[in-house]
């Protein structure tokens, strides 16, 4: 397609109506406690990376602004959170699976209802296409249903008893306590409730921080929340990162540290904690996925899975390609086709159809990404694709940076953008060093079409990544999947069934095997007197 970066935006008169906001979004309460409490205090503006042309020029829309809470509001939802689940004894931890079901389902139902302006606000905050909103979009609440549904088969498994050597043991999973759960701007949505939507149907009270960028697209779900959970089990937090959630870790009263985002962050969060070996963290963190492509790799493929890998949401991904090492053999040809295929992806507005490549939601990417090329250049780099890494306003067309060295930014550096680093290799041992003497360690791509290449990859790899992709781009999905990490790239596990387990702990409750106490228990589950102790069977 033609290059024209000046006529990227639109004015705001002529943008499609049906993609528009009707009006903007300017939230002046928050959740609580089991209420909407009124905000009267600082806000802070949301604007679009989208520009609109001006007679000023150009200019980031604004749609609308969320509270700047404190110290104060945040303590007093931890406070509700805390007494929500009163030690184990709150009515939301002590509530049968089945009733907890029931109150996510009819929270779902609620959720689908807002479709429309959840997924134009993920659009309108992030620059994520509106395709792939509405893909992130029913993706969660897909993701929510297969929850529901591991639940339902990981009770129907426990509500058994055992006897081994005397003892009769009814073994179940009980929930941790008060989870702060924190999301990532990139998947607001979704990866945040596939830490939020887990942690709360196993029975633990939250406290939720919507991310900073995609902080408004929460707000026609706090409604849900109220009105499907028990008063103090969903309470949501605002304001400065580093100004309130300091206080709520020093408490002591935060169980669970839920967080996708950086490994500085969550190092820091987790020294701030009393009692660290009380505190349990599922963490997505840092990532630099390296592919690897072999001089018998088939090049189309491998070029396909890497604009894919490294250029989806523009590259805004943990799981994107973020370095690329090729056989000096074939890196001539490789190059050619990968810039062959960068320069025809469309890039434009959101709502633009077969749109891929849209602006940065963070102000300060495209300089950041600025820096590095030059620095990629300074130290011996050239810009292979034409048209890398031009800029305007919030959009930064996509940059293929070769040869990249160690002495570059880019090298280690997660860039988090459209930039892709092309490192040449003469043997197989030098991105298995690569890999090993990095700190990150989620996943790698393999290309090749030997099977003895492939196989000597794979045994090294599995012990340094999480996930081993062979002839395919670095990916989440499939949900069922576990999805984790190795060093400073996760902490815990999460796939529909392993993000339950992350959130709660193996509880057991046991008696000797002798008349007496096999009468005490049939009448318990015969009466119904307890939750936990019950062959109740969920269908």
Known sequence: MEFDLENLFYREEDIPAEFTLDEEIHQREFLSNGAMHPWTGKSSEVFSPICVKTKDGLVRKRIGSYPVCTEKESMEALDAAVKAYDNGRGIWPTMSVADRIACVEQFTQKMIAKRDIVVKLIMWEIGKSFADSQKEFDRTVDYIYATIDALKDLDRDNSRF????GIIAQIRRSPLGVVLCMGPFNYPLNETFTTLIPALIMGNTMLFKPPKHGTLLHYPLLEAFQSCF?????????????????????????????LIGSSRVANELKKLHPKVNRLRAILGLDAKNAAIISKDADLDLAVKETVLGSLSFNGQRCTALKIIYVHRSVATTFLYKLSEEVSKLKYGMPWEQGVVLTPLPEPQKPAYLKECLDDAIAHG???????????????FYPAIVYPVNAKMKLYREEQFGPVIPVVPFDDLEEPIEYIIGSAHGQQVSIFSNKTEVISSLIDPLVNQVSRVNINAQCQRGPDIFPFTGRKDSAEGTLSVFDALRSFSIRSLVTTKDTSENKALINKIVEDGTSNFLSTKFIF
Request: glycine share 10%.
């Open 162 to 165: 055992q006897i081994e050597q």
């Open 230 to 258: 028990p008063k103090g089990v969903v309470n949501t937090i605002y304001g400065r990162g580093n100004t309130i959630v300091p206080q709520l870790m020093q408490s002591g009263q935060i169980n669970v540290l839920t």
């Open 381 to 395: 780099a050239k810009l292979i694709n034409p048209n890398a890494g031009e800029t305007k306003e919030s959009f």
